[in-house]
């Protein structure tokens, strides 16, 4: 699958805009990332979302991805 980045998260991953990797849940496609890509970790403690076929998850890192699906990568954004 193709994951796009941003911001932080393109920054860790030597300034690439997207990705291709394998990973069949959110939890494996984070794992695999800071595995290719240490200083991604960082940015992972800080809060990352990811975005499948337009739906955000912040938290369930249990959830599958489709093979064709859209993914992006998304820094949280700090507020209140």
């Known amino acids: 699958m193709e994951v796009s ?7 860790a991953a030597d300034g690439l805009a997207s990705i291709e990797i394998e990973a069949s849940t959110i939890r494996e ?3 695999r990332l800071t595995d ?5 970790a960082r940015q ?15 938290d369930s890192w249990n959830t599958p991805i489709p093979e064709d699906a859209e993914v992006y990568l998304i820094p949280r954004i700090a507020g209140g």
């Open 44 to 58: 992972m403690e800080q809060g990352i979302a990811v975005s499948i076929n337009g739906t955000i998850y912040r």
């Open 36 to 40: 290719r890509y240490p200083k991604m």
């Open 29 to 31: 496609l984070l794992e």
């Open 5 to 11: 980045l941003s911001g932080p998260v393109r920054e």
